[in-house]
């Protein structure tokens, strides 16, 4: 045998038999005869893989967000051989591998810092390795857009496999919901509505298992977007972390991964324009995440898909929320999933959406939805009987936000909708924390809280810091929401009337860091307005007085994402990474 590279993989059957194999990517580097073949295989060998493995299956990678740093993800290793058990049912050749795990808990300044290295981790490690098809395994916030734009710009074929959200927390006879409940509970720890052992109980509480945030947050929408655009199969978004048939859906996912393969079912055959239109309608029925925006913007910007911000006003305006869940409404995933889950809620929309767009599991999603059945109309709601009759994002523009800024209606107040308000702003969010609950502050209930410098670069990474907290003086006056500005996000378990997104953000110049101390602000969502009363001469001699805030970093990641992070409304991808470029043949590395 010679130990010179041929110029092709050594075919397995004759070119023109109609045996002959697909002639997968891993071929390159496992059908090759000589050295060139001899030392992957090798050392592959030496993991206990006999040569059968390598007969030409194909070869799928099982990318695992897994880290005891990630609650939500701690269990992906067990997910993972049951993923693992599928792709060898269906005669594939599983392999698996780490990429960084992004968990909203701990990780600082924010996890949305990185979610665009792990994409970009996810992209070089399926491009630089023997790797046919990929299951993606993700569980807390951006795991999930950070591994389909990974896989999105690689362009192979790919399913989703999400952890699943943790069980109920329960304290004291009552349900409590990731997020949302912590945002009340702490109200009522600041105002001495709650001792500290009271506190420190429902702590212990709250967080009961592996899994996700069992309210409709950033993970739960994510899941659930993917299972609604094709790329998850059904259920995906709402099977518990802990059900056993998480475990089935897992293997489930491995067999068909094998199939999309041989099929060459690449992602952006699934991901189509179609799919992304179905996602903004869910995203309205489910009561989704403001942060599903900024990911699907990116995810679209990856593909290539047209798809702006735009749409989500003009494709979700007036679709009703069905779903009565934390925080918008009263229960939580557990009971969502026994409610029939996902399905039930497409089938309800079903004429709004996109019947015809492609499933990963085959087929169609109006074939995957049409037998779908309710089990609690409480739970999800009939179309005429909703939980708020307009569930989709608004996305709102004006000279406050001449590049647009979002808000939520079913989070949101019905009587701040329409608002107008002297502005109170704060530098930084660490000015909004050493300030809120001054008992001197000079606020209102009906003043407009404004937050500067909490944007992609300005904070940096964009933080879920939107929330803002109400000032303890006016919680204990019973007020119970404010209208709040930023260029900040906000995590998909909190509520309130928050205007979000702001773009230009404000350490760029943008208008919203010209705002003063008791400007007036006017919301109109109905006329999808949000203006700063100021007139254009004045804002334009703050604007040549403004002086950029110092940068945050002058070196590695952190002044790559300073230097080349887009704003809001393009998604806050990387400039250089808007559009795949698919898996190019690369050169050996010996």
């Known amino acids: 045998m010679p130990d010179q590279l041929p110029e092709s993989p050594a075919p397995t059957a004759p070119a ?45 990678g099982i990318c695992n967000t897994w880290s005891q740093l990630t ?69 807390c916030d951006k795991t999930t857009p950070a591994l389909l734009m990974g896989a999105a710009s690689c362009d192979v074929p790919s399913i989703l496999v999400s952890g699943g959200p943790m069980l109920n927390g329960r304290y004291r006879g009552r349900e409590l919901g990731s997020g949302t409940d912590v945002f009340k509970l ?35 929408t994510m899941a659930l977007l993917s299972e609604a655009m094709g790329i998850g199969l059904p259920l995906n978004g709402t099977i518990p972390a802990p059900d056993s048939r998480r475990a089935v859906l897992a293997e489930q996912a491995g067999k068909r991964i094998v199939a999309l393969v041989r099929e060459n079912v690449t992602i952006s055959k699934i991901l189509t324009r179609e799919a992304f239109e179905n996602a903004v309608k869910v995203a309205g029925a489910i009561g989704g995440s403001t942060n599903a925006v900024v990911h699907l913007l990116a995810l679209a910007g990856r593909l290539g898909v047209p798809f702006t911000l735009n749409d989500w006003d003009e494709l979700g305006r007036d679709v009703p929320c069905l779903v009565d869940l934390k925080p918008s409404g009263r229960f939580l995933m557990e009971e969502f999933f ?9 089938r309800r929309i079903a004429d709004r959406l996109n019947l015809g767009a492609p499933a990963v599991e ?13 089990w609690n109309d409480e739970v999800i709601r009939p179309v005429d009987r909703p939980l708020t009759s307009d569930g989709g994002l608004v996305v709102l523009r004006g000279n406050l936000a001449p590049d647009g800024a979002i808000l939520k209606p079913s989070a949101a107040s ?28 000079d606020v209102d ?6 937050l500067q410098n909490a944007g992609p670069r300005g904070y940096p990474g964009m933080p879920e810091v939107g929330t803002m907290a109400l000032p303890k003086k006016l919680l204990k006056l019973g007020v119970t929401d404010m209208v709040r500005v930023s260029d ?103």
């Open 16 to 60: 023109d038999s109609a045996d002959a194999p697909p002639a997968f990517r891993s071929a390159e580097w496992f059908a090759r005869v000589g050295k060139y073949g001899f030392i992957p295989r090798s050392w592959m060998k030496s993991q206990g893989f006999s040569a059968e493995l390598f007969d030409g299956r194909p070869v799928i």
């Open 338 to 346: 026994d409610a029939g889950g996902l399905p039930v809620v497409m």
């Open 362 to 374: 085959g087929g169609s999603i109006g074939e995957r939805i049409a037998t779908a059945q309710s």
């Open 186 to 220: 702490d109200e009522d720890y600041r105002t001495g509505k709650m001792s500290k052992a009271d506190l420190d109980d429902a702590e212990a509480a709250m967080s009961r298992s592996a899994g996700s945030c069992m309210t409709m947050g950033t993970a739960s």
């Open 445 to 450: 209930a009906d003043t407009v809280l404004v």
């Open 488 to 590: 900040a996000r906000m995590s998909g378990t909190a509520f309130g009337t928050v205007v979000l997104h702001v773009a230009p953000e404000s350490a760029l110049g943008g208008p919203l860091a010209l705002v003063r101390t008791g400007d007036i602000i006017v919301l109109d969502t109905q006329a999808r307005r949000i203006d700063v009363e100021v007139d254009a001469e004045e804002l334009e001699q703050r604007r040549r007085a403004f002086v950029p805030p110092a940068p945050h970093y002058d070196r590695g990641y952190g002044k790559l994402f300073l230097d080349h992070v887009q704003q809001a409304d393009k998604g806050v991808d990387f400039d250089f990474l808007v559009g795949g470029s698919g898996t190019p043949p690369s050169k050996v590395s010996f």
């Open 414 to 441: 019905p009587k701040l909708m329409q608002h107008r308000g002297r502005a109170l702003v704060f530098k930084d969010a660490e000015d909004l924390r050493n300030r809120i609950d001054d008992p001197d502050l």
């Open 71 to 139: 609650n939500c993800n701690r269990h992906l290793r067990d997910l993972a051989e049951h993923v693992k058990r599928g792709i060898l049912m269906a005669g594939g050749f599983p392999l698996e591998f780490p990429v960084m795990s992004l968990g909203e808990p701990l990780m600082r300044p924010t996890t949305m810092m990185f979610r665009n290295l792990v994409a970009m981790d996810v992209e070089e490690t399926i491009r630089a390795n023997p790797i046919d098809g990929v299951v993606l395994l993700a569980g």
